[in-house]
């Protein structure tokens, strides 16, 4: 891994605002979280290794069936038991679906989550409506949040040229992985784990971690 200096990333102030409105879907593949944000419009994150400014599109999340595994992304090798991801779209395509068609059209932000005894404030307003969508295809509104109290923004962070990890595992994303872990308790983390897919339980819906294949990974960290 190569140690970069650069400009910090920028988080609009909308992270900090409540949305409108706040659905979770059980897309069969995962549980996603969208919002609206009405006349404001969605937030968005420019800065650090983007050369323009990207807007939220939704965030998801990967588990495993043990606290050994679950995550896409590994520190030294070991793996934690979540990973959320806040996959951002480039502004000027328009929209998501227009943006998969580009080679910089996304932009996501992963975070790990360690095992903790005690439950995590930055999922307690989206495990209690987890049985709303425990099907594969249903959704639910919840109550609005400001995204910065699911998310940190992080000040260092290990970034990559990659591909989406979710069905369509579009080429062209900009990755930046959270050098912080945040928690998940054991509770939380059941409540993740009964979600259903179409064709069973949605254990395990984590893609392996892919060989670098001559990528090159840089690690950021902003001190002020």
Known sequence: MLRASGTPLRWSAAYWHTPDNMTLMNSGHTVELHANWGAEGAPQLSGGPLRAP???????????????????HTINNASFPMEVHAVHYK????????ALRYPDGLAVVGFLFQMSPDASSSLTN?????PQVRSAGSSSR?????????????RAYATYQGSLTTP???EG???MVSGYSMSVS???????RSLASHDGSMGDNFRPVQPLNGREIFYVSQSS
Request: charged share 10%; aromatic share 14%; proline share 14%.
């Open 142 to 154: 919840i109550p609005p949040v400001p995204l910065a109290t699911i998310i940190n923004p992080p």
């Open 173 to 175: 994303v900009t990755w």
């Open 54 to 72: 990207y807007t939220f599109w939704q965030m998801h999340f990967h588990w495993g069936t043990s606290d050994n595994h679950g995550s896409e």
């Open 91 to 98: 502004s000027e395509y328009g929209s998501p679906r227009n």
């Open 186 to 192: 054991t509770e939380q983390l059941a409540a993740f």
């Open 126 to 130: 989206i495990t209690p409506s987890l």
């Open 168 to 170: 369509p595992c579009s």
